[in-house]
């Protein structure tokens, strides 16, 4: 069983920057698509981003450009490194593991374990 702890949310204003760090617990990290999504006070899940296990990455089109999302499987840890962000961005962002030895990189994929999420506030 995984989990997955969320870090590094917090207030910015527009045009700034954070970085989002995902660690997952458990010793095979390195085979799992990783995922980050978020969700908007009244507002659905939305996918944001998504690196597999061979670092092929992809990306929602309101993020490309601005946003992204890189692994370290060392330290267990998948990174979302968020530059010029919009109040739009404002959200809870979650990682979530996905397939093992997935070639694909495509947001639908099932994912199995989220994290609790963390809070990012961007101020205009």
């Known amino acids: 069983q995984a989990q997955l702890v969320e870090s590094g949310g917090g207030l910015v204003q527009a045009g700034g920057s954070l970085r989002l760090s995902c660690q997952a617990s458990?010793?095979?990290?390195?085979?799992?698509?990783m995922g980050w999504f978020r969700q908007a006070p009244g507002k659905e899940r939305e996918f944001v981003a998504t690196?597999?296990?061979?670092?092929?990455?992809y990306y929602s089109d309101s993020v490309k450009g601005r946003f992204t999302i890189s692994r370290d499987n060392a330290k267990n840890t998948v990174y979302l490194q968020m530059n010029s962000l919009r109040p739009e961005d404002t959200a809870v962002y979650t990682c979530?593991?996905?397939?093992?030895?997935?070639?694909?990189?495509?947001?639908?994929?099932?994912?199995?374990?989220w994290g609790q999420g963390t809070q990012v506030t961007v101020s205009s």
């Open positions: 690196v597999n296990w061979s670092g092929n990455t």
């Open positions: 458990g010793r095979t990290f390195s085979v799992y698509t």
């Open positions: 979530a593991r996905g397939p093992r030895y997935s070639s694909s990189v495509d947001p639908r994929a099932a994912y199995d374990y």
